[in-house]
Structure formats: structure tokens, C-alpha cells
């Protein structure tokens, strides 16, 4: 029988994923490969590319242990083509194989480079989800407006998850109103678990800090999990320590403690070490036992079987171009501060000097104070779309551009979030202790001292003030902004025009 190909991707790594249920390990080859092009389209975090790699050289040799015949291609291989197409083709004529099998990539790239190849690839539908595409099809057609929380009712009755019969679990579907305290310095968290590198990471860590030492981001220390066991213990450790406190704190921002009660496992969930809806189980289990109270346990399921979920069906529903929506028309460049460039906002500093040194910044984080910044800014969503695609751990297209481009730009004018997600400084000063420290005062809302938030806020509205002031849920601040006296007005458009043009010469602001 002729050999076929079997394509696993560096964010396919479960053994069970769509492509390899199919294969045939007396016949099949499993062709994976690090390649240039993949570490190029931005450019990646250098914890992230080590991650894959090392997650990718796990795999592989745990495949190779089931009985699998693996063709891996290190990054350095001489005869590396450094494309993904480009190592099927060689692969191909290494074997005598015409076919190949692949499981759909997440990104809309690599889907048509796939179907460009001239060998005959047949891209099954990845299934490591909770709604195919089909399932999220049925729901969408027809509705006017697709809505996260109306999805995720449907995905909790689909599952069966959080569920009293046909009822949901403690008679409301949503326990939002209990959650989104803010912190206090003198909080307890959990230190997160961290893995001392193998041998495998070491050796992926030199070759990361050879090949990819220039791009942003602090490569060492390097402790994520790079295989299922370890990403399981992460798990275990959220459930057991963090869970309970997640709802209450999902939104508080600390500059002393970067984590909070946060799970971590977004990247682990997106390259496959971990399943959505083994941890969903596990976590109700945690609730069902006494272990967590509801309100954590739903709003940590909510973010998995709810926006995870509802994200990955706008990107594939919504097609190729989404990720280069612009529906404000939002051209401004993104300013160096964004790569690590000083800035005296002492909240935009510490979620980005926590990006470079982590790869990681909490949901809150990526939303209100970079994402923020970026869209009452007027910064282009194509640049902040990079921007978000580079630099953290989890960011793969289908999750990330809905996230970027949808919920924290609005740049789709409106599919993902029914406004747009803009806040002065108070809500900043609300959630977290970073205005006790920063250059600007958050109280001052004109003048020398005025936090560029307060100014860059009204700018934005009013800029948009046609758009927007008939949307119900933004009406109050339209109402607020005609209560203030003339002058002061005048004054907070001029200082924000002058914040802006101050940022775009590269001055510090
Ligand atoms: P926790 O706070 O512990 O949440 C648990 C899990 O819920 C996460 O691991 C994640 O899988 C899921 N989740 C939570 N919120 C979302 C969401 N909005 N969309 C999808 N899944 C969600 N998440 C990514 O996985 N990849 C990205 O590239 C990404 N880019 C983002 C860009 C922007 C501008 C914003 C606002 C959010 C983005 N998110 C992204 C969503 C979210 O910020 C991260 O999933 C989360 O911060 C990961 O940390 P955690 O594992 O500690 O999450
Ligand atoms: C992100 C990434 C990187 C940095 N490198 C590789 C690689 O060398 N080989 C590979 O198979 N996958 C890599 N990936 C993940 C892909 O970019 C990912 O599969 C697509 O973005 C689709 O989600
Ligand atoms: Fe950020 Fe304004 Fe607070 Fe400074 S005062 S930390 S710029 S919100």
C-alpha cells in the first residue's frame, strides 16, 4: 500500500487530534516540523516558539514510542525547505506519498497553503472543541446579532455541564454580579507552578536564544509545561488553589503579583495538551465536591465553553479577511511603548514589562489597559492585531484576531462585542493599584498631571459620537459629556489631540 503523509501542526499535539484517529500507523508517516515561515509570519514571543518546539520534540517522541514512524524536521536540519508545504513536498518524495492527511490549522493561512500544494491534502475538521462548525452555523443563521452569553446556554444544555436538568445549576445561567472584586495589596495568590527545563527545553531554549534572542520578549526564566503531564499539574493546581478565588478577583490587577487567580493554561489548551472539555468536567467536578463555589466555577467555565468557543466560530463564520477589519478607521501607528519603549503610564508599563518578561498578561489586562490605550488611542487594528499575535503564549489567529480584532478594537463594528470595551482612568484606578504610582494622576482630568485616559476616553467618543451615541448602553456618557461646562470640553479635546501628537513624534508619554 502507498504510504500517506499525516500533518500534525505545533498546536495539534493530542493523540487523539482529528488527523491521527484517521491514520493508520502500519502505513502513515507523521510528518511535523519546525519551520521558518511558522516562526516568522510576526514575530513570536521567544517563550512561545520554545514552548512549541519543545511541546512539538515531546510529542514526536512520544508518538515514536506508540509505534509510530515519525519524519521530524528540526529548525536546523540542512535539508529543512522552512515551510510547512514545503516539508510535505519533501517528505512526499522522501516516501512515494501523494496523499496527505491534516487536521484544519487555525489560522486561514495555512488552510490555503495547504490546499495549494499539489499533493492531494485532505484537512479534516479539528474536533477538539465543544461546537463544530456546523453546530455554530445552525445557532448563527437566522439571528441578528450573535451574542457570547445566548451561545454558551446552548453549549452548557449541549454539554450537559453545570446543568440541573434542563435548568441551569443554582437557577441562573450567569453569576457575573458576584464576581469582579477588586484586589488589595495584601491578597493571597497562589505562586504558580513552575517546571525546571529538561533537557529537551534546554536544548530548545539555546536554540531559541541563537535564532530568535532579537525579538521582544525575555526568553529566560522559561517554566511552562512542555508535555500533558506537565500541563496537568498546572491544572491541578489552579483547581485546587486558585479556583475558588477566580470569579471573585477575575478582573483586579495587581503590579505585585502578575497571576492573580488565573489558570494559566490558555496556551496548553490551544496546542493541545489540554482538552476544553476534560477541564470544564474537572472543574465542575471541583464544585459538585464542595471544592469551589459556583460563581467561580461557572465564570471559569463560561470563559472556556462560553467566549473560547464563540470566539473560534466568529473567526471561521466570518472569513478570511477578518483579521484586517477596520470598521473605525483607526490609522494611528502602534507607538514604541508597546515594545517595551519607557512610558510614564504606570499601568500600560507594568502589563507590558509583565508581556515581555511572561508572555503572559490576565484577560483584564490584554482588555482594559493595552487594548484600551490601543483603541481610544486610534491605533490602526491591524498593528494591534500583530501586536497581540506576537507576544503572548496562547496566541494562535482563531482565538486571538476575535479577541483583538472583535472584542478589544471593534475594528468588526460590532459582530464580537455590542460596544466597544473604553474606560477613563477610574475604572483603571477601580480594579487596581497602579495609579498610586504612576507619573499621572488619575483625579486630574485636564492639565499637566491629567491621566492620558481621561483625556484619550472623551476624545474617543466624541470622535465617534455618531456611531455610538444612539447605542442605549453608551447613552449615559453622551449624557454625561453634554453635562460638562463648555470650556472644559474644549480643553479635554485639545490636551488629547496634544497627548497623541506628543506620542506619534515619540516623545515619552
Ligand atoms: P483564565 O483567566 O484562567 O481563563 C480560563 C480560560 O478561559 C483561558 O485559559 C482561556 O482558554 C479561556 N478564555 C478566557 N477568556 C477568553 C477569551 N476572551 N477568548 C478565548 N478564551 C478565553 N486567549 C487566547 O487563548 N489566545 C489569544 O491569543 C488571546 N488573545 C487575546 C487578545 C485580547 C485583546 C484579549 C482581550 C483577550 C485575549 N485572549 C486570548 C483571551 C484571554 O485574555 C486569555 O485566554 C487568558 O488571559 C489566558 O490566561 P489564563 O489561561 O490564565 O486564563
Ligand atoms: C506558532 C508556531 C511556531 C512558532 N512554529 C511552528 C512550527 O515550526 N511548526 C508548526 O507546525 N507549527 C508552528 N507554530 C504553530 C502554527 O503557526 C499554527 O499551527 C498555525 O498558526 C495555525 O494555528
Ligand atoms: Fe494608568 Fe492613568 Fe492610572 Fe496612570 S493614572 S496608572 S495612566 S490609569
Redesign the pocket.
Known sequence: MVTRLVLVLGDQLTETVAALRKADKDRDVVVMAEVADETAYVGHHPKKIALIFAAMRKFAARLRDDGWDIAYSEFDDTDNTGSIPGELLRRADQYGAREVLATEPGEWRLIAALDDTPLKVTQLENDRFAASHKDFEDWAKGRKALRMEYFYREMRRKTGLLMDGDEPEGGQWNYDHENRKPASDDLFAPEPVRVEPDETVQEVLALVADRFGDNFGRLEPFAFATDRQGALKVLRHFIKNALPC?GDY?DAMLAGNRFLY?????AY??IGLLDPLEVCKRVEKAYRDGDAPLNAAEG?IR??LG??EF?RGIYFREGRDYPRRNRLNHQRGLPPLYWGAETKMNCLHHAIAQTRDEA?A??IQ??MIT?NFALIAGINPAEVHEW?LSV?I???EW??AP??VG??QFADGGIVGSKPYVSSGNYIDRMSDYCSDCAYSVKAKTGDKACPFNLLYWAFLIRHRERFEGNPRMAQMYRTWERMDEKRRATVLDEAEAFLERMSRGETV
Request: aromatic letters at 22%.
Open positions: 477566580f477575575q488565573h489558570s494559566l493554561i490558555s489548551l490551544n471559569f470563559q472556556i467566549w473560547r470566539m503572559y490576565h484577560h490584554r482588555l487594548g497581540y503572548y496562547d496566541a494562535f482565538v486571538e479577541n483583538t472584542m478589544s
